[in-house]
């Protein structure tokens, strides 16, 4: 092994022979966490991959497969090394690394180029570069070019688009281009990839109906609680299906904003939009995040199995998922409506807010108001539509300094946005550490003072005071968001 196979191994909790073990024994656990190139074939493969395992002399490590592209070696076309659900691994981590791949996976590079990065970060396109190849062994560039081709190969495998239509709407400047990127990364040109049987869409259909894979475990069950509890009248429609559950909802994307419907089947969340096919990567993305598509159960409840407290839930819900919501600011505005109210409570008054900023669509619903439309509003009106006169100067004053820009939610150091929100009168850590955990997809935020998890941990024989509780919770770093998750859901026998 090189000192860099080593390190990127380490990187995924393992040392280079034990990386190796993972490949002999197919170990699910190490899937979206690890990944790995063969010399002697110039592919690059998932830990799960059913091929013949290669000789350790072969093997090289990789963290991201940009950097398996990077080096050289093409996708697998047996284990699709490209389509496994992605890794939380960088998300509880706020250095420059993670900030990075956070923008990347948002568009950044897509939109303003690495230039625009690096701008974003405050650092030169020298130093992230660096940085990036050093962590995860590809450049900006390299990371942003094999996110647009796993977009394009997802729209030829599963939508009649034209390859052309394809190319343009992952993000490509020119059909040369996307030619180019799709031969490097997956070893044949984009017309080879395209799946013959592909359905037709009817007229009435959304554009676009695609799959999303799912780590398994997957709680159904609590996702669709948690969306159905909180569902919006005028933003979103939740139904109950005999397999299940559907959500329809607006997603406000960059071209305009969506009517997206999910819903789980299999090992898939099945995704029907009627939105620009040039959003694909945005909604893919969105998606993933609001679903938390990408846990890894098998790592989560690894960490969280070692305490003996949460041991019995886990095992009891070893598919716990933390759904979050598909705009930070949108977070922002459930949290502070929410203090101090019920769940239904809040969402009626929510309900309000959307219908006095928002024409609703043909459908009936509209997209959840922007921070201009809120700040607009104004205190009074907005405390007329149910809320105190206190919470209603706080919306009014988040909304004006997100709007001015005094705050940027989207800002990848969440450390610094935890800060600015505390700085603002009305906001306190209960609030900031929900925005954390539904808004910013921190998976090691822990709102220790919530009310019905101190009541809970009690219950459990853990501690009920805040800062008692949130030295506790340090053992279950870095998944404390799921750690909550098992807490909120309490069995009824044991509240």
């Not at 929510?350 to 928002?358: E, F």
């Amino acid at each position: 092994m090189t000192p860099v196979d080593s390190d990127v191994a380490a990187a995924s909790g393992l040392d280079a022979g034990a990386a190796y073990d993972a490949i002999v024994s197919r170990d699910r656990r190490f899937d979206g966490r690890l990944w790995f190139g063969v010399t002697s074939t110039g592919i690059y493969c998932r830990p799960v991959c059913p091929a013949q395992t290669p000789l350790r002399a072969n093997v090289r490590f990789f963290a991201v497969p940009a950097a398996a592209v990077s080096a050289g070696f093409r996708a697998c076309k047996r284990c699709r090394p490209d389509s496994a659900p992605g890794s939380r691994h960088w998300d509880h981590r706020h250095d420059l690394t993670a900030q990075a791949l956070r923008l990347i996976a948002d568009g950044v590079v897509d939109d303003a180029g690495v230039a625009g990065l690096a701008a974003t970060l405050h650092v030169s396109e020298r130093h992230i570069h660096r940085t990036l190849v050093a962590e995860v062994g590809a450049g900006p560039l390299q990371l942003a070019q094999s996110r647009r081709a796993q977009t394009a190969r997802m729209l030829l495998e599963q939508t009649d688009l034209p390859v052309s239509d394809v190319a343009f709407a992952a993000g490509f400047s020119s059909i040369r281009q996307f030619n180019d990127v799709m031969k490097r990364e997956f070893g044949s040109p984009p017309s080879t990839l395209r799946r013959p049987t592909a359905p037709a869409l009817d007229a009435a259909d959304p554009i676009l109906i695609l799959r999303l894979r799912v780590r398994p475990p997957y709680d159904v069950d609590h996702v669709g609680e948690f969306l159905a509890a909180r569902a919006i009248s005028g933003l979103e429609v939740h139904t109950r299906t005999s397999t299940g559950w559907s959500h329809r909802r607006i997603i406000a994307l960059p071209s305009r904003p969506a009517a997206v419907e999910v819903s789980v089947l299999d090992e898939h969340v099945v995704v029907r939009s009627d939105g620009d096919v040039r959003d694909s990567a945005q909604l893919v993305h969105k998606v993933q995040q609001w679903l938390d598509l990408n846990a890894d159960p098998e790592s989560i409840n690894d960490v969280l199995s070692r305490d003996v407290v949460l041991r019995p839930l886990v095992e009891s819900r070893p598919g716990m998922r933390v759904p979050t919501t598909v705009d930070p600011w949108e977070t922002l505005i459930r949290a502070i409506v929410g203090q101090q109210v019920s769940v239904s409570g809040a969402t009626t008054v929510l309900g309000r807010l959307v219908a006095a900023t928002r024409p609703q669509d043909e459908t009936g619903l509209a997209a959840f108001p922007c921070a201009d439309a809120v700040a607009e509003l104004g205190a009074d009106r907005i405390a007329q539509l149910g809320m105190p006169g206190a919470r209603a100067r706080t919306i009014a004053g988040v909304a004006e300094a997100i709007a001015s820009r005094n705050i940027d939610l989207r800002d990848p150091d969440t450390a610094a946005v935890r800060s600015s929100l505390l700085a603002m009168p009305g906001l306190g850590p209960w609030t900031v550490d929900y925005v954390r955990m539904r808004g910013l997809g921190d998976p090691d935020a822990f709102p220790e003072t919530d009310l019905i998890l101190k009541q809970n941990a009690k219950r459990l024989g853990l501690p009920d005071n805040a800062r008692a509780l949130a030295n506790y919770s340090r053992v279950w770093s870095p998944w404390r968001a799921y750690a909550a998750h098992h807490i909120w859901s309490l069995p009824k026998e044991q509240r």
